[in-house]
C-alpha cells in the first residue's frame, strides 16, 4: 500500500532549488509554449518564476495550470499569467476557479488584461 502526502509549495521551498537547478526556471518574458517545454524537457510539473535582474521568485506555475492556458494563449507570458492570478486573488476570489480567462491584448492607449 503507498501513500502520498502532498507537500504545499512555498517561496522558500522552491528558493534552493531556483539556485541549484539554473536551467529549469522561467523569467517573466517567457512563453506558455517555453513553460511546457521545459517542463518535458526537464521531467517537472511546477517551475518557479524569476526576476531575471534580482533572481527573486516572483511565483510558480504548474503544468496543469498551462496546459489549460494553452490551447487558447499558447505566447501568453508568464508576467501575465502572474498578474492574472493576482487580479484574481486580489478580488477575492482566490478560492475559487473561474470558469474561464480570457486575456485582453493592448489597443491604442491601452494595458493588456485578463477578464474572466
Known sequence: M???LEV???R????????????????PRDTVMRALEV????GVHLLPVVDERHGEVLGHV????LHRIWSTLPLARMSEILTARAAIASEGIAGERPSRL???PAGQGSRSTWVH
Open 39 to 42: 517542463m518535458h524537457r526537464y
Open 2 to 4: 503507498a501513500f502520498f
Open 102 to 104: 480570457v486575456f485582453v
Open 8 to 10: 504545499p509549495v512555498t
Open 12 to 27: 522558500r521551498a522552491v528558493e534552493p532549488q531556483v539556485v541549484a537547478m539554473p536551467d529549469i526556471i522561467l523569467y
Open 62 to 65: 504548474t503544468e496543469e495550470e
